[in-house]
């Protein structure tokens, strides 16, 4: 264990944001997603949701200033949440902000979400249950 990093970052988890680049990109994933399958990397974060993950990560290493839209989500069908947003969205919003309150997020189309997946530097598995509840990040520069 590390003074000052979550417990929710293993040390896999650790090694892998550490050897991230800026502009590389990492999923975290609910526990429908199909990480193992897609991803170059994939590391288990299972009992914890994607937002506390995110929460624990955006504590180590920044979002992307570089770009407009730092984070990505999948777009909901029609209809499905009230305004077309899934709840688990504002839970990313406030993770986000701990950071950088002015990144927005790029809605992307289910199966382009995926492709974008793909080229992910890894995936995070998480035990999310929360529909919708995947985003992918964008690592910044960190700046000491």
Known sequence: MLKGISPIISPELLKIIAEMG???????????????SIGKRCVRCDGHGCAEVMRAI???????????????????????????????WQ??????????????FDM????????????????????????YGNIIIRKGVVRL
């Open 22 to 36: 800026h502009g590389d990109e990492l999923v975290l994933a609910d526990g429908n997603f199909p990480g193992t």
């Open 58 to 88: 955006v504590a180590l290493f920044p979002l992307d200033d570089f770009v407009k839209k730092p984070m990505a989500v999948m777009e909901v069908p029609a209809g499905m949440f009230p305004g077309d947003k899934a709840p688990i």
């Open 108 to 131: 992307m189309e289910h199966d382009a979400f995926i492709e974008r997946a793909k080229n992910a530097y890894a995936v995070v598995q998480t035990g999310e249950t929360a529909l």
């Open 91 to 104: 839970a990313f919003r406030e993770a986000a902000d701990l950071d950088m309150p002015s990144a927005e």
